[in-house]
């Protein structure tokens, strides 16, 4: 059975930095790329981040490019999001997922980014 646990989230003040956890079990982690999605209040679910299975390669929507990096720890099963210069419309739930449109996901961990 696949299961996606994330961590990390908590309530941030804008322009902070909080670093995600997504513990992966349940398939071959290190031959899968992995994702990240969001879903703020009231909206549907938007991807956010890709990384290739041995981590080399990254990609970003244009609202985090620059602001958020997605790596892993393979020997962990471990997927993490660095999210830096927070805004406040980066609230949202935020989910790993084995694909780009959250199909399989997680149960997410609340971002809340307000002063």
């Known amino acids: 059975e696949v299961q996606l646990v994330e961590s990390g989230g908590r309530l941030v003040q804008p322009g902070g930095s909080l670093r995600l956890s997504c513990v992966a079990s349940?398939?071959?982690?290190?031959?899968?790329?992995m994702y990240w999605v969001r879903q703020a209040p009231g909206k549907g679910l938007e991807w956010v981040s890709s990384?290739?299975?041995?981590?080399?390669?990254?990609y970003y929507a244009d609202s985090v490019k620059g602001r958020f990096a997605a790596s892993r720890d393979n020997a962990k099963n471990t997927l993490y999001l660095q999210m830096n210069s927070l805004k406040t419309e980066d609230t949202a739930v935020y989910y790993c997922?084995?694909?780009?449109?959250?199909?399989?996901r997680g149960q997410g961990t609340l971002v809340t980014v307000s002063s």
């Open positions: 990384i290739n299975p041995n981590g080399v390669f990254t």
């Open positions: 997922a084995r694909d780009s449109v959250g199909r399989v």
């Open positions: 349940g398939f071959t982690f290190s031959n899968s790329p």
